[in-house]
C-alpha cells in the first residue's frame, strides 16, 4: 500500500482491492487530480481509512478475510469513519449484490470494467456533496459554538435584568403596584422609582430590542437617571440631560428609548410628568380619568430634543397607571387592536393592585392571553394629604 506524490491539499481517494491491477487502472483515472491511497485487503483498508480519513473510498467486494460488504459496515458502524463516502466498483452485478451493497452504507455502485469517464464523474459528484455536508457540519459547529457562547451571555443579561429591575417599589406615602412579563429572557421594559426628599421618581421605558445590548443599556440608564434626577424635580429637564449622554451612546446602534417620567412633590401635592414618545399615562381622580400624552420624541433620536412638562394637582385618594406597549399593541381574532377605553375600565376607587388585574384582564380577555411583546405596568396611588395647590394642563 501507498499514495502517490500530489499536493497536500487535493482530495483524498482510498482504493480497496486484493487484485493490484484493478488498483493500477483507477489509479491512472484519478493520480492526476487526486491524493490516491490503496489496500489490498478490508483490514488494511480500514486500518488507513483511520489513519488518513480519506474524502472517498472505492470498495471490491471480494476479497479474503473481510469481504467489501463486511468492510462497509465497520467502516460506518465507526463513528470516526462513518461520514466517508464509499462506492463499491465490483465485478458482481446481481440485483441482490448491488442492493446490499446500499443497504450496508454504500453511496453508490459501479460495475467492473470501469468507464473512466463515467466513475470520475461519479466519483466528482460524490466529492462535491461532501463537501457540501462537510462545510454543512463545520458551520453546524461553529454555529453551535456561537450558541452555546450566545446562550452564556443571554444568561448573564437575565441575571443583570434581574439586579436592576425592582421586584417592588415601597416608597413612603404611596402604594404600588408592579407586572413585568418579559417576552423572552431578556425583556426591553425598564421601571424603577425612588424617593429624593420629599419627591418620589417613577419612571416607565420601554428599550427597541431584546438584545443583551438592551439589557447593559437599561443598567446604563437606571444608574444616570438616578444620577442626573437628584435634587432635581422637572422630568423635561432630567430627560434631555440624560439624551445628551445616551445619543452618544446609541449613535448607530439604531436603539432608541420611549419612556414617562413622573416627579412626584409630596409638600406641594403637585405631580410633574414628561413623556419620550411614550404610550399616555393615566391619571385617576374624584374628577375622573386624565390622559397624559407624549411631549417629545423618543430618547436618543437627536442632541436638541426637548420635552414638555405637564402639572397635575394631586389629592389623597389619586391613582397613576404607567404601561408599555405590549398591552394594547395585541389583536383579537379579527385582527383589531385592543382599544384604550380597556383604561376607562377603572376608576380612582380601584387599588394600585385592582388597576393592574382589571385593565390586564380585559386585554388578555381580548387577544385571548396572547402577547407578543413585553408587557409591564406600574400602578401607584396617593397615600398623603395634600394642602397646597399647582397648575393642571
Known amino acids: 500500500m501507498g499514495s502517490s506524490i500530489l499536493k497536500e491539499d487535493a482530495q483524498k481517494i482510498l482504493i480497496v482491492d486484493d487484485t493490484i491491477a484493478n488498483i493500477q487502472v483507477l489509479n491512472e483515472i484519478f493520480h492526476s487530480e487526486y491524493r490516491i491511497f490503496f489496500a489490498t485487503s478490508g483490514t488494511a483498508g480500514i486500518e488507513i481509512a483511520h489513519r488518513e480519513l480519506p474524502d ?6 471480494m476479497m479474503p478475510e473481510l469481504d467489501g460488504y463486511e468492510t462497509c ?9 462513518a461520514g466517508i463516502p464509499v462506492i463499491f466498483v ?3 452485478g446481481e440485483e441482490e449484490d448491488e442492493t446490499r451493497g446500499l443497504e450496508v452504507g454504500a453511496i453508490d455502485y459501479l460495475m467492473k470494467p470501469v468507464s473512466p469517464p463515467i466513475v470520475k464523474a461519479r466519483v466528482k459528484n460524490h466529492l462535491e456533496l461532501k463537501s457540501g455536508r462537510d462545510l454543512l ?17 443571554r444568561a448573564l443579561a437575565h441575571r443583570l435584568l434581574g439586579s436592576i429591575l425592582p421586584e417592588k417599589i415601597n416608597l413612603p406615602g404611596y402604594t404600588t403596584a408592579v407586572c413585568y412579563r418579559p417576552s423572552n429572557e431578556i425583556g426591553g421594559d425598564f421601571f424603577d422609582g425612588w424617593l429624593d ?23 446604563v440608564c437606571k444608574g444616570l437617571f438616578m444620577s442626573i434626577g437628584k435634587g432635581k424635580d422637572d422630568p423635561g429637564a432630567i430627560m434631555a440631560e440624560a439624551n445628551q449622554t445616551l445619543v452618544k451612546m446609541l449613535s448607530d446602534s439604531g436603539m432608541y428609548l420611549t419612556m414617562v417620567y413622573i416627579v412626584c412633590d409630596r409638600e406641594r401635592g403637585l405631580l410633574k410628568a414628561a413623556s419620550a414618545g411614550h404610550n399616555p399615562v393615566y391619571l385617576y381622580s374624584q374628577a375622573g380619568m386624565t390622559g397624559i400624552d407624549a411631549t417629545g420624541p423618543p430618547i436618543g433620536w437627536e442632541f436638541e430634543d426637548f420635552w414638555d412638562v405637564r402639572e397635575y394637582r ?7 397607571l404607567l404601561y408599555t406597549d405590549g398591552l394594547i399593541e395585541v389583536r383579537n381574532a379579527e385582527g383589531l387592536y385592543c382599544p384604550e377605553e380597556i383604561f376607562s375600565a377603572v376608576d380612582a376607587s380601584f387599588t394600585p393592585e385592582e388597576i393592574l388585574e382589571k ?14 411583546d413585553d408587557l409591564t405596568l406600574l400602578a401607584f396611588s396617593i397615600d398623603f394629604d395634600t394642602s397646597s395647590g399647582g397648575a393642571n394642563g
Open 90 to 92: 465490483t465485478a458482481m
Open 197 to 219: 426628599g420629599d419627591k418620589a421618581h417613577f419612571l416607565i421605558a420601554d428599550i427597541s430590542g431584546h438584545s443583551i445590548s438592551a439589557a447593559l443599556f437599561m443598567a
Open 137 to 153: 457540519e463545520k458551520f453546524g459547529k461553529e454555529l453551535a459554538v456561537k450558541n452555546a457562547t450566545l446562550e452564556k451571555e
Open 359 to 372: 385593565v390586564l384582564s380585559v386585554s388578555e380577555s381580548f387577544c385571548n392571553g396572547t402577547f407578543d
Open 56 to 61: 472517498i473510498i472505492l470498495l471490491d467486494v
Open 314 to 320: 394631586v389629592n389623597k385618594g389619586d391613582k397613576i
Open 73 to 81: 459496515s465497520i467502516l460506518k458502524a465507526d463513528p470516526v469513519t
